[in-house]
């Protein structure tokens, strides 16, 4: 007998973060960050000088990960901790999120990391937010949703969210990004991003948090 898991999958951008955090709390279970997993990959390769195709050395590098996650106060993201250092605002920046969409191509590197995201199912349950939670990480999970907004509408959430933390950029050059980054991570061979065929679809767009995650509690009551 297994703990139940939830498994919430979709592109960058589409709320999944901030409605994972307030799913776990409402549920009082685990979250896994799937996506911290890859960015922490890209992060510790360029620190310890290694090129970001150079798989042989990304998968050491995803093996031998030195990372954890300490609970903050509710609302918070978890802190995450790389050997010893705080790295939570550097593994959101665009940069590492690019760099973790290139890793994250890599089948063998997805590999080193499948049992360690696998180990986060335990009691009560976990919610598991990524791109392939429902499809190869846990794919008997009984509940399964598949979040998405538009592209121009996720480039606008990401926008205000900067603007807010005082950073100054351009709506289209943030479109354009997310746009590169969708295709690379629905186009790849490895573990594609794409519903599992059970999966529940949300489109967030023009839906507000609250109305998102009642729709996630009504999908989590089936698991
Ligand atoms: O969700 P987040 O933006 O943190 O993920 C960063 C990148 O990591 C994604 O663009 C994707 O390429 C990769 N990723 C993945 N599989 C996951 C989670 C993230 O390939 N389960």
């Not at 093996?63 to 593994?91: C, M, N, Q």
């Not at 590169?180 to 839906?207: C, F, H, W, Y």
Request: with cysteine; net charge negative.
């Amino acid at each position: 007998e297994q703990a139940p898991v939830i498994t919430v999958d979709g592109p960058g951008g589409s709320g999944k973060g901030t409605v994972t955090q307030m799913l776990a709390r409402e549920l009082g279970w685990h979250l896994l960050d799937s996506g911290a997993l890859y960015r922490l990959t890209a992060l510790a390769a360029m620190r310890q000088g290694v090129a970001l195709d150079n798989e042989s050395e990304l998968v050491k590098v995803a093996a031998s990960l030195d990372v954890s996650f300490e609970p903050t106060p509710p609302g918070e993201p978890a802190r995450v901790i790389l050997a010893g250092e705080d790295v939570t605002s550097e593994i959101r920046t665009e940069t590492c999120g690019d760099n973790a969409s290139k890793v994250a191509v890599i089948q063998s590197v997805r590999d080193a990391l499948l049992q360690r995201q696998r180990d986060f199912r335990q009691y009560p349950g976990l919610v598991a937010d990524g791109r392939d939670m429902g499809t190869v990480v846990f794919p008997n999970a009984p509940a399964k949703i598949f979040l998405t907004a538009s592209a121009e509408e996720r480039a606008r959430r990401r926008y205000n969210q900067l603007k807010e933390a005082g950073v100054d950029v351009n709506i289209d050059a943030l479109l354009e990004e997310i746009r590169v980054r969708d295709e690379r991570d629905m186009n790849r061979s490895a573990a594609p991003l794409k519903p599992a065929d059970d999966a529940q679809v949300i489109d967030s767009t023009g839906l507000s948090i609250k109305e998102v995650l009642d729709r996630c509690m009504a999908v989590a009551g089936q698991a």
